[in-house]
């Protein structure tokens, strides 16, 4: 796998943690390590930058969708549509280069998350009881997911289950909303009145996918636990709704299934984000909605094998028959 030079300098910076919480302390001198779920300290990696050296965003600005025009018919974007409220799109060209976007919507304070490792985009309500908390991201990562911290009280989260491990909150559960990952045309032509958030004010290389070839490789970045079952390439992206997975494969071929009380489709229109090194130019990974019988919106997410099976070891694969 060919890696520009941010990847490449995660792996020479990346160091392994000791067995046992003390390695951090110094460096999260506010986190309570005394509360916590991890057992294995092991699991726990630095990712390469430090605490928020990939600077998680708030208070983004957005222009309208006729407005737009940097981005490409299929270039990924996260979708948040809550009742009553302007359509929303959050290209993943920025959120490959800051993971998280702390934003309010309809009074709603929400997280927009992405971590490139895992290929998992998820929507969070913000609000634990009654407290509005703000994510950075901790430059840690475990089962090579993104460990987020909030400011209130630096506490750690995993960011593929929404669960506070380290800290405070420990064991809080933050609420996911419905969102989804789809190609920018997509949305634009079903939002024409949206709007989508505009480039952050920071120097980066927008547009450009840091982990060239990533979603091809054999074996996942900063990863030793156990692969997939049933021949299931580590880096396969299925779509998780609750402690489920349909294989994309699957969903590719069949365009719809409807079972286990959702209804999911699948149709072409978005790159991958991590193949090649223009992320408007990645291989056809396909737009997926996932629904009730009634037509509403889940939430769920799309994200590698690997990922689902060491959040999920006991999960459920959903397999063609």
């Given at each position: 796998?060919?890696?520009?030079?941010?990847?490449?300098?995660?792996?020479?910076?990346?160091?392994?943690?000791?067995?046992?919480?003390?390695?951090?302390?110094?460096?999260?001198?506010?986190?309570d390590?005394?509360?916590?779920?991890?057992?294995?300290?092991?699991?726990?990696?630095?990712?390469?930058?430090?605490?928020?050296?990939?600077?998680?965003?708030?208070?983004?600005?957005?222009?309208?969708?006729?407005?737009?025009?940097?981005?490409?018919?299929?270039?990924?974007?996260?979708?948040?549509?809550?009742?009553?409220?302007?359509?929303?799109?959050?290209?993943?060209?920025?959120?490959?280069?800051?993971?998280?976007?702390?934003?309010?919507?309809?009074?709603v304070p929400?997280?927009?998350?992405?971590?490139?490792?895992?290929?998992s985009?998820?929507?969070?309500?913000?609000?634990?009881?009654?407290?509005?908390?703000?994510?950075?991201?901790?430059?840690?990562?475990?089962?090579?997911?993104?460990?987020?911290?909030?400011?209130?009280?630096?506490?750690?989260?995993?960011?593929?289950?929404?669960?506070?491990?380290?800290?405070?909150?420990?064991?809080?559960?933050?609420?996911?909303?419905?969102?989804?990952?789809?190609?920018?045309?997509?949305?634009?032509?079903?939002?024409p009145?949206?709007?989508?958030?505009?480039?952050?004010?920071?120097?980066?290389?927008?547009?450009?996918?840091?982990?060239v070839?990533?979603?091809?490789?054999?074996?996942?970045?900063?990863?030793?636990?156990?692969?997939?079952?049933?021949?299931?390439?580590?880096?396969?992206?299925?779509?998780?709704?609750?402690?489920?997975?349909?294989?994309?494969t699957?969903l590719?071929?069949?365009?719809?299934?409807?079972?286990?009380?959702?209804?999911?489709s699948?149709?072409?229109?978005?790159?991958?984000?991590?193949?090649?090194?223009?992320?408007?130019?990645?291989?056809?990974?396909?737009?997926?909605?996932?629904?009730?019988?009634?037509?509403?919106?889940?939430?769920?997410?799309?994200?590698?094998?690997?990922?689902?099976?060491?959040?999920?070891?006991?999960g459920?694969?959903?397999?063609?028959?």
């Open positions: 796998m060919r890696m520009i030079p941010l990847l490449t300098a995660a792996l020479i910076w990346a160091a392994p943690a000791s067995a046992n919480p003390d390695f951090w302390v110094n460096e999260w001198p506010n986190t390590f005394d509360k916590t779920t991890v057992e294995n300290w092991v699991e726990v990696l630095s990712g390469g930058p430090p605490k928020d050296g990939i600077p998680s965003v708030e208070d983004p600005s957005f222009l309208a969708v006729a407005e737009e025009t940097r981005l490409q018919p299929r270039e990924p974007v996260i979708t948040l549509e809550i009742a009553g409220e302007v359509p929303r799109a959050y290209p993943i060209r920025y959120l490959t280069w800051h993971e998280i976007v702390n934003d309010v919507v309809g009074g929400v997280a927009v998350t992405f971590c490139p490792l895992c290929n985009g998820i929507t969070f309500d913000r609000r634990v009881d009654g407290q509005v908390l703000e994510f950075g991201v901790s430059g840690k990562l475990r089962n090579s997911d993104m460990i987020m911290y909030d400011r209130q009280t630096e506490s750690w989260w995993q960011q593929a289950v929404g669960t506070a491990i380290v800290g405070e909150l420990t064991g809080t559960e933050l609420v996911t909303l419905p969102s989804w990952m789809e190609g920018w045309e997509t949305f634009a032509a079903r939002n009145d949206g709007i989508v958030m505009d480039q952050p004010p920071i120097s980066r290389r927008y547009g450009a996918n840091p982990y070839g990533y979603d091809g490789s054999r074996k996942p970045f900063l990863f030793s636990g156990e692969l997939p079952p049933h021949d299931i390439p580590a880096l396969a992206r299925v779509v998780r709704v609750g402690e489920r997975a349909w294989p994309l699957r590719a071929e069949e365009g719809e299934v409807s079972e286990a009380g959702v209804v999911i699948w149709q072409e229109g978005q790159a991958s984000a991590l193949d090649t090194q223009e992320i408007a130019a990645g291989k056809e990974v396909g737009n997926v909605r996932v629904r009730d019988a009634s037509g509403a919106d889940l939430p769920h997410d799309v994200m590698f094998a690997f990922a689902f099976h060491a959040f999920w070891p006991d459920t694969w959903m397999l063609p028959n």
